[in-house]
Nanobody
Framework: QVQLVESGGGLVQAGGSLRLSCAAS????????MGWFRQAPGKQRDFVAV????????FYADSVKGRFTISRDNAKSMVNLIMNSLKPEDTAVYYC??????????????????WGQGTQVTVSS
């Protein structure tokens, strides 16, 4: 079992920045691929970013590429998402997730076994 707890959400104006953090505990979280997803009201849960267990590789959704940066500190069992140039359409509940899946379908929520409770991000125009 892996437990995930997100923090760092809040209200920010368009063009601003936020840093989300995800604290992992339980089984060795450094063995897991870690992802961020988001879900706006009435919409499906969408992929945002993922980072490999080693931290060497990252992948991003096209909508956030160049604005968001995912990173991890395995010694502290933390995963971060730095969000710059935020837009109103980035408003959503952001979730941290963990998986041992190593294939190419990392953007699919159903390959992730563990999820945090989510943190709200609201971007005002």
């Amino acid at each position: 079992q892996v437990q995930l707890v997100e923090s760092g959400g809040g209200l920010v104006q368009a063009g601003g920045s936020l840093r989300l953090s995800c604290a992992a505990s339980g089984r060795t979280s450094s063995d897991y691929r870690m992802g961020w997803f988001r879900q706006a009201p009435g919409k499906q849960r969408d992929f945002v970013a993922v980072i490999e267990p080693s931290g060497d590789s990252t992948f991003y959704a096209d909508s956030v590429k160049g604005r968001f940066t995912i990173s991890r500190d395995n010694a502290k069992s933390m995963v971060n998402l730095i969000m710059n140039s935020l837009k109103p359409e980035d408003t959503a509940v952001y979730y941290c997730a963990a998986t041992r899946y190593s294939g190419t379908y990392y953007s699919r929520p159903n390959v992730y076994a563990y999820w945090g409770q989510g943190t709200q991000v609201t971007v005002s125009s």
